[in-house]
């Protein structure tokens, strides 16, 4: 009987099998994953919202653990607590309603040829009619205890009777009986269903042709792609997956980095504003300085003047608050005027652009400069009363400098003309009606808080002699360098890693709430001294609200992030205006206030008229209070460490002691040695350093930066590898710029790049 009837089965799974092949002639890695059997309109649905279009797309969504079902056990074995898999044959299923809690219990016995064992599952109606008694299932979940005996609760299942138990029956299992792939949880999209997807594509002979170059292949162990893809989502083992993880990393580093190579270099081809190194006017302005450049401001001013004198510069001037980015922005300037072009420097707020506007001006007595403040409520300008000689460097006696308002208009036709001019604003640079017409050098300050058009808007080349204006990037987030490689990797770096030598150091404390008290007294006492504090309220982070930070669903937006701040600093400015305070000047600012109501009271702030300022984290980094002594952050945990050095910078900027108190109500002792590394360190690179391998570069990034694929994230700490990376990209573009020796190679390099501008 059996012999009769094994060769029909046979022969049916042999035409099945060939009816696969067939149908996977078809597939392409770039075919709609509509085509994928299984994936119906409403699975089209949740695959497209997740950004996975084609076949390619479903391929590369990667599992992010495995849940580790590769031990299969015999009944008898079985021990509490253990996770594992076992193949049975179900001999009873019941359906029982649990009336408390409204569900539908199902329960079901199963044996092998040991034992017999419970199993209960809820709510999945179906699997009475799926499982009756007779069918051969492959099990696999945790071993739990109930009275005295050992049942499974909800274990994963496949049915494995209509398939014979052959040597590849293992290979072909999906959800049990191995390493199981766990995807990233989403909307209407299972675990289950993305392995009931992927697992046949694996198998059927997709055009899988490797496009890596095999010398790299040998010379950094990588696995192959068609096996790293099996070994990434169906892996024989945890080190196996682990492989396969690093040879996609590795590739989508390398891509990225001949990415950000390829800009640069275009960018450096491109026409630019020649601007004269003059090296005698550098050694001056150094030297009329009220103070002397820090080595690390030597440097970087260099660098920088070198650049504007030889290619296009595109450079970010990285340095924490009070390192002196701001005189390096003006030496730059004055050379862009000394060789008759003009300068737009933007600032992200008002108060920041007047501030460096009175800057400028204090440290240019001496030069012919024009210097005009563009916000949209003043317009002034700042010049000599006569002009008349050449030289940039004048003689203070001999001419007088005035200041006065200008009306918009007038303004707008200086920038209009070819006069030099440094330009200092807000947005205001880049409204419709604002034209400079030689424009040779654009400064940005805090480059995060301007969105890629902004900047593309001032940088656009001039109509007539096609040039490109140098930029500058001024920021104050210290990043390290392997992260600067991979998000800055265009654009050349000049590092201010020490400040200026006579600045006081903060005192830090670490404060646990039963010593708030003990701090609202100091504050007392500073505030009688005439001094002024800071107080920055806890922002919200995305996991507070949902652990599923990649669920589209449950991604937090921003307004319901500025909504939950605004009534955090509300609810401290309440607390410390009413019973704590109440005695002393004390107001707020937050992200729902108007920006002139904000910059208002940034000025009160500035004047002393307000003793302690309650704000959100929001508040404008940079912003020069020389007379605020005390810093305090609610709910300091919720920060990174660099970004609570940056608040630490906000104060001792002047001749007082200063002192950042640090509330956390957290008692972990993780969290309170991570804090206290700002008590130990003063030094923002250091901690920059300690955040990321603390919190990941995920965290470290903040959420603006969260488009970067996962896997790409978890390797940001891997410095070794994007050094390497980085080198390798190098020289391949070396090798062959256009990577035409390596035709399949540049195209999945081309498909990166439009998957990159797409996302
Ligand atoms: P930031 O990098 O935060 O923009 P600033 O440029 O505003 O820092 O500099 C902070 C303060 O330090 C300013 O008052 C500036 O004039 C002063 N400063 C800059 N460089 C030096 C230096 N080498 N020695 C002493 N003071 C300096
Ligand atoms: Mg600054």
């Known amino acids: 009987m059996e012999v009769r009837f094994f060769p029909g089965a046979l022969v049916a799974r042999n035409i099945f099998s060939s009816l696969k092949t067939k149908m996977s002639l078809f597939l392409q890695l770039s075919d709609p994953v509509s085509k994928v059997r299984g994936v119906g309109p409403r699975y089209l649905k949740y695959l497209n919202k997740l ?149 046949p594509l694996l198998n059927i002979s997709l055009n899988l042709s490797e496009y890596l170059p095999d010398f790299l292949l040998r010379k950094y162990h990588l696995l192959p792609l068609k096996t790293a893809l099996n070994q990434i989502h169906f892996p024989v083992s945890l080190a196996l997956s682990q492989k396969a993880k690093e040879r996609f990393i590795f590739e989508s580093l390398l891509f990225s980095q001949l990415y950000l190579l390829k800009t640069k270099k275009k960018v450096s081809l491109l026409p630019y504003p020649k601007i004269k190194l003059d090296i005698e006017f550098l050694k001056s302005f150094v030297k009329a300085l009220p103070f002397s450049l820090t080595e690390a401001q030597r440097k970087s001013l260099w660098e920088i003047a070198k650049n504007l004198n030889n290619q296009l510069m595109n450079r970010l001037l990285e340095g924490e608050v009070g390192s002196g980015k701001t005189v390096i922005a003006l030496a730059a300037s004055l050379l862009s005027l000394n060789s008759q072009y003009q300068v737009a420097f933007m600032a992200p707020t008002e108060i920041l652009a007047r501030q460096h506007f009175e800057k400028f001006k204090s ?277 990174g460490l660099a970004q609570l050095h940056q608040f630490r910078g906000r104060v001792g900027r002047f001749k007082y002691q200063s002192y950042c108190f640090l509330f956390t109500e957290s008692s972990s002792k993780t969290i309170y040695s991570r804090l206290e590394s700002l008590v130990k360190y003063n030094d923002g690179f250091k901690l920059a350093e300690i955040d990321l391998s603390l919190r990941g570069p995920g965290e470290f990034l903040g959420t603006k930066q969260s488009g970067i694929p996962d896997l790409l994230m978890g390797s940001l700490l891997n410095k070794e590898m994007i050094e390497e990376v980085h080198q390798v990209a190098q020289n391949l573009l070396l090798e062959d710029y256009n990577l035409k020796k390596w035709p399949l190679f540049s195209t999945a390099f081309k498909d990166f790049i439009k998957q990159t501008r797409q996302s």
Not at 535 to 542: F, G, N, T, W
Request: glycine share 4%; proline share 4%; aromatic share 8%.
């Open 363 to 639: 440290f240019t007595k001496n030069y012919k400069a024009k210097i005009a403040l563009l916000t949209s409520s003043e317009t002034k300008i700042y010049d000599q009363e006569f002009d008349s000689s050449t030289s940039l460097t004048i003689n203070p006696e001999q001419s007088r400098r005035i200041e006065g308002n200008i009306s918009k208009r007038a303004l707008n036709k200086i920038i209009n003309s070819y006069l030099p001019i440094i330009v200092i604003g807000t947005h205001a640079l880049i409204q419709k009606n604002i034209h400079f017409n030689k424009l040779g050098l654009v400064i940005v300050d805090e480059q995060h808080r301007f969105g890629v058009e902004q900047r593309k808007k001032l940088l656009s080349p001039n109509a007539i002699t096609k040039e490109v204006p140098h930029l500058l990037s001024l920021t104050a987030t210290p990043i390290p360098r392997t992260l600067a490689l991979v998000f800055y990797g265009d654009m050349d770096l000049s590092i201010l890693d020490e400040l200026p030598q006579e600045r006081k150091k903060v005192i830090t404390k670490v404060v646990p709430p039963k010593d708030k008290e003990k701090v609202y007294q100091f504050i007392r006492k500073e505030v009688k001294k005439g001094r002024q504090v800071f107080v920055i309220c806890p922002r919200i982070e995305e996991n507070e609200i949902s652990p599923l930070a990649f669920s589209a669903k449950n991604l937090i937006s921003l307004a319901e992030k500025i909504n939950y701040e605004v009534k955090a600093v509300k609810k401290e400015y309440k607390k410390l205006s009413e019973d704590i305070f109440s005695d002393l000047k004390v107001n707020m600012l937050h992200g729902k206030m108007k920006s002139q109501e904000k910059e208002k009271i940034m000025k009160q702030f500035q004047e002393n008229k307000i003793n302690i300022l309650v704000s959100t984290s929001v508040v404008e980094v940079g912003i020069d209070i020389p007379n605020a002594t005390v810093m305090v952050i609610e709910g300091a945990e919720h920060f």
């Open 51 to 199: 950004g996975i279009k084609t076949i390619k797309d479903l391929l590369w969504h990667f599992p992010f653990r495995y849940e580790d079902f590769s031990q299969i056990k015999k009944i008898k074995d079985l021990q509490p607590d253990e996770i594992c898999s076992l193949i049975v044959t179900i001999t009873k299923v019941n359906l029982r309603r649990s009336f408390r809690k409204k569900m539908f219990i199902i329960e079901a016995k199963a044996s092998d040829d040991t034992g017999t064992i419970d199993i209960i599952w809820f709510n999945q109606l179906y699997l009475i009619k799926a499982i009756p008694p007779g069918t051969t299932l492959s099990l696999s979940g945790k071993v739990k205890v109930k009275g005295k005996k050992l049942i499974l609760s909800s274990p994963s299942f496949e049915i494995i009777s209509s398939q014979r138990l052959d040597e590849d029956f293992f290979e072909n299992l999906k959800h049990t009986g191995r390493l199981v792939p766990i995807y990233p949880e989403t909307e209407g999209l299972s675990s289950r269903a993305f392995r009931y997807f992927i697992k």
